[in-house]
């Protein structure tokens, strides 16, 4: 697991990056450090996880990070909180780049359920993300990334595990 980032576009209670409670400071890996790292175990990899508490999609250079893995056999996965998936160029990119998964966290079946606990997150945001990620799958006839939709079921949405499980078939 490489934090490629320990920053996030979110406020989610429980998570110490959230909260600010992490006790680091809160930055982008650079490239190069990234590369070293890479080189330096490439040969004892067999998968790495580009994120863990921060958000990866933050890191500018994320889609670089998943190439340079790639080249060198090795499987890719990625968690989100997917509210990165505007650019046409990023999802065709990510789609190309040969990441195996990607966990995207959507834990609600609408704006006011997600927002209890994606504080400052935009549930629609999310589905239209993951909706153009799987077009761009389907239209260029990729199996991967592998998309797996994360749902936290908690108190106040426990009632929407049907829900939840429409919204992913709709996508």
Same mark, same amino acid.
């Given at each position: 697991m490489l934090e490629t980032s320990s920053l996030c576009n979110l406020r989610c209670p429980l998570c110490p990056t959230g909260v600010g409670t992490l006790c680091r400071s809160q930055s982008n890996m650079p490239f190069d450090i990234f590369r070293k790292v890479i080189d330096d175990l490439c040969a004892y990899l067999i998968e790495v996880n580009l994120g863990n508490y921060g958000e990866p999609f933050l890191n500018n250079d994320i889609y670089d990070m998943v190439d340079y893995v790639k080249a060198r056999c090795i499987r890719t996965i990625i968690a989100t909180n997917g509210h990165f998936f505007r650019n046409p160029h990023d999802i065709r990119r990510l789609v190309r780049s040969g990441l195996d998964r990607i966990y995207i966290s959507l834990d609600g079946y609408d704006q006011e359920t997600y927002e209890e606990y994606r504080r400052g997150g935009n549930f629609r945001r999310v589905v &239209?993300?993951?909706?153009?990620?799987?077009? &761009?799958?389907?239209r260029v006839g990729n199996s991967s990334p592998y998309i797996e939709l994360q749902f936290l079921v908690m108190r106040h949405n426990e009632d929407g595990i049907a829900k939840m499980r429409k919204i992913a078939r709709d996508i």
């Open positions: &239209e993300g993951m909706k153009a990620l799987v077009e &761009e799958k389907r």
